[in-house]
């Protein structure tokens, strides 16, 4: 019905309803049930919110249906089709009729089932949630039977029911999401966006589940081809081969809960809290409480502002969590929350320790299989105290736990803080000047700011510029200050697409993984505007030709790299518009760093540029750029 006709009719009830209500009271119930159709329509608006939500629930069909081998085929980021092929099970023909009906599941049966689930699925409302919006085609033959099923199902409505000759398995056709419901369709992002969403289930089942062979097809391109295997194998395979060797092994377990996985060594730590994982019993959930637990055992071991790699895996008897908290099922409630926290905690924390103790790690060892040795080879772990130091309230029998807390005070004491901290750049000499000098004509460095004559500026530490003006003095912070012009600048690049660029003599291959290469394409534009040239060789790989007039050469894949990691950081955190987040990004990531020694030039340089942009007094995320230590505060310190 015409949206307009819709709403005349309405109205229409409404002047009916309010007339009537003078005249006599009509005895009519006026309740009645849903159709099917439209209860399962306004159920896929919780369950299946994206293209990548259709991917999850089917991957997380074939995992419960015991499939070692799943194939994920997406067209246009799934808007027109998304397939998996798993071989897994399968189904009867009658099971496969009723699979699309809601609350249609194999997975429980009784109430109680609901404490001790151990299937990814048990709602029974995803298939009937996607059928109810998409155009569905299953196939699907258990093992033992000669033929199989196939059955079309369109808006909830089933349009083809009949035997068909297919391999084992079940293999699932989700075409043109949202055909019937074009608010929803019209409501979802670019591609670019959407497959972001996809590869992003896609990594986060894949880790889930690395003994399942799990390959993903992107419009005819092999994007993954994930082969069962390891734990740590599959880390590599989605985050790419580098990461190998920032890993460190995690394990921990208490008669309550079992941690193990892997964590990231402390240099390893990103801009973005995008590569941050709990799976508790092999279902990845969010928890920022769990969360919390992790970053406090890496306290004092990271720069400000940055996240830390963690994929860990909580195994529990499904008993003590309630996860019918939300219909994706990525919220969980523990009931003792605090004891798990503190395993976590303490598993992290042992895993730094023992990783500083000893660099060379054998990451061959399965930080899936329980009980296994580290591969340090000269250290004794201490006796274990009497009591445990992890909390665990289950009241069970507790298998002694090794001793985390002595050791990594034992480590502490070898290895004082500053030892295991990322070591600040060397201060080198930086040629800033010559590239950044873009004064205006006509105007003296520091003109303004300082009294004539009188050149007292200097630098701190290779950290901050401290110069005399007229009310006493200035403390810049170099790193800041330097943000805030870049920012500035890329933004007018943006706006206007005039960056200026510089041409690399020797072009740089970089390449991402296919999540960030993702990332890439869809700000191409903007990055292009800023200065950059590249070219792309394959699906991973780009040759970076040219990088924006203001950075310093020789960092580009550091750069590149940088820059989409702050953005993913951004995006995640503050939900920056694109121009904003990419200038952001860029500037946070190209602006001076501290250590970094400046010439007077260059020092009055930036504080030139400083006084020049429209927000001296912040960098764009709002720390300070300077504090100012007046004459009159200096005089009260030695008031007598
Ligand atoms: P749930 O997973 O919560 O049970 P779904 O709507 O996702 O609900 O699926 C309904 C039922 O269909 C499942 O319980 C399962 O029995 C069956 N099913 C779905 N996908 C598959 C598959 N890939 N292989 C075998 N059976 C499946
Ligand atoms: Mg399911």
């Not at 996985?261 to 769990?290: A, M, W």
């Not at 790690?361 to 130091?389: C, I, M, R, V």
């Not at 750069?559 to 904003?580: C, P, S």
Request: charged share 25%; aromatic share 8%.
């Amino acid at each position: 019905m015409p949206e307009s006709r819709i709403k005349s009719t309405k109205l229409q009830n409404f002047a009916h309803r309010a007339g009537s209500s003078r005249e006599p009271f009509l005895m009519q119930d006026i309740i009645q049930l849903l159709p099917d159709s439209i209860a399962n329509q306004i159920a896929a608006g919780e369950v299946v919110q994206r293209p990548a939500s259709v991917v999850k629930e089917l991957l997380e069909n074939a995992i419960d249906a015991g499939a070692k081998n799943i194939q994920l085929i997406v067209r246009d980021a799934g808007k027109t089709l998304i397939q998996v092929i798993d071989d897994g099970a399968g189904m009867s023909e009658m099971d496969a009729r009723m699979c699309f009906e809601r609350h249609a599941t194999s997975k429980i049966r009784r109430s109680e089932d609901l404490f001790t689930i151990r299937t990814l699925g048990f709602r029974g409302e995803a298939l009937a949630s996607i059928a109810a919006v998409a155009q569905v085609e299953l196939r699907t033959r258990r093992a033992a039977d000669e033929l199989g099923t196939l059955i079309r199902i369109e808006g909830s409505e089933v349009r083809t029911h009949e035997a068909v000759a297919c391999l084992p398995g079940t293999n699932f056709c989700i075409k043109n999401l949202f055909f019937n419901v074009p608010a929803r369709r019209n409501f979802l992002r670019s591609n670019a966006v959407e497959m972001r969403h996809i590869l992003d289930e896609f990594g986060r089942v894949a880790l889930a589940h690395p003994e399942i062979a799990l390959s993903l097809y992107q419009n005819d391109l092999e994007t993954y081809n994930l082969t069962g295997g390891k734990l740590v194998h599959r880390i590599a395979g989605i985050f790419g081969k580098n990461c190998r060797e920032h890993l460190s092994p995690c394990q921990e377990e208490t008669g309550l809960v079992k941690v193990t996985g892997y964590i990231g060594k402390p240099e390893y730590c990103r801009k973005t809290r995008g590569e941050q994982f709990f799976f508790v019993n092999d279902r990845y959930v969010r928890h920022s409480y769990l969360h919390h637990a992790v970053m406090t055992a890496y306290e004092g071991l990271l720069p400000a502002e940055s996240f830390p790699f963690y994929t860990l895996f909580i195994y529990i008897d499904p008993v003590h969590i309630d996860i019918n908290v939300h219909p994706t099922k990525t919220e969980i409630k523990f009931d003792d929350e605090r004891a798990v926290y503190a395993v976590i905690q303490a598993a992290v924390k042992r895993a730094l320790s023992v990783y500083s103790l000893s660099p060379s790690l054998d990451f061959e060892l399965n930080a899936n299989h329980w009980g296994l040795p580290y591969g340090q080879k000269n250290f004794t772990p201490s006796p274990p105290p009497p009591e445990s130091s992890v909390v665990d309230k289950s009241g069970n029998a507790k298998p002694p736990t090794r001793n985390w807390a002595a050791l990594y005070d034992e480590f502490q004491q070898k290895f004082p803080e500053e030892q295991i901290q990322p070591q600040p750049a060397a201060p080198s000499e930086l040629t800033f000047g010559s590239r950044i000098n873009l004064l205006p004509e006509g105007r003296q460095p520091g003109r303004h700011l300082r009294p004539e004559g009188e050149p007292a500026t200097f630098q701190l530490h290779h950290q901050y510029i401290v110069t005399q003006v007229k009310s006493g003095m200035m403390i810049i912070d170099q790193a800041a200050a330097h943000e805030r012009i870049l920012y500035e600048k890329y933004l007018a690049s943006l706006e206007k697409g005039n960056g200026g660029s510089q041409q690399l003599l020797f072009p740089e291959r970089v390449s991402l993984n296919p999540a960030d290469y993702q990332l890439l394409t869809e700000m191409k534009e903007e990055i292009r505007n800023l200065g950059f040239g590249f070219d792309v060789t394959d699906r991973h790989t780009v040759v970076v030709r040219a990088i924006p007039a203001e950075v310093t050469a020789g960092k580009e894949k550091a750069l590149l790299e940088g820059l989409i990691e702050q953005f993913k950081w951004h995006q995640a955190e503050l939900n920056l518009g694109r121009k904003e987040n990419i200038a952001r990004s860029l500037a946070h990531r190209s602006a001076l760093k501290h250590g970094v020694r400046l010439s007077l030039t260059e020092m009055t340089t930036l504080i030139d540029q400083l006084f020049a942009s429209s927000n001296p007094n912040y960098s764009p995320d709002g720390t300070p750029t300077l504090h100012m230590l007046t004459t009159e505060k200096i005089t009260s310190f030695f008031a007598r």
